[in-house]
């Protein structure tokens, strides 16, 4: 059974960088995967999917020209590269696999998950 977990959170001034990626211990190269994200008193909420091949992304409106979605199926991982943030992007962010889909922006689609890491990006 696929394991995921996050790593690269942390603080952040407003307008910078930072990189969060997410290993498995499973393989993950034939399915959907995504970054999520939850702010206190908020839904989650998805902020980029991939596909299986890497041929589809997709971005929310409020990260799109920011953040740059990718994966490595190699390596059994994802990645999340993320500039000029935001206090607006602080949250726990989730890496999330759709077990069932090669390509998905629905988050109830996703049915494993990572614990989240912490993203906090100073005002």
């Known amino acids: 059974q696929v394991q995921l977990v996050e790593s690269g959170g942390g603080l952040v001034q407003v307008g910078g960088s930072l990189r969060l990626s997410c290993t498995a211990s499973?393989?993950?190269?034939?399915?959907?995967m995504g970054w999520f994200r939850q702010a206190p008193g908020k839904e989650r909420e998805t902020v980029a999917t991939i596909s299986w091949t890497s041929a589809s992304k997709h971005y929310s409106d409020s990260v799109k020209g920011r953040f740059t979605i990718s994966r490595d199926n190699g390596k059994n991982a994802l990645y999340l590269q993320m500039n000029i943030l935001k206090p607006e992007d602080t949250a726990v962010y989730y890496c999330?696999?759709?077990?069932?889909?090669?390509?998905?922006?629905?988050?109830?689609?996703?049915?494993?998950w990572g614990q989240g890491t912490q993203v906090t990006v100073s005002s």
């Open positions: 999330a696999v759709a077990r069932r889909f090669g390509s998905s922006t629905f988050l109830n689609d996703y049915d494993l």
């Open positions: 499973g393989h993950t190269g034939n399915f959907a």
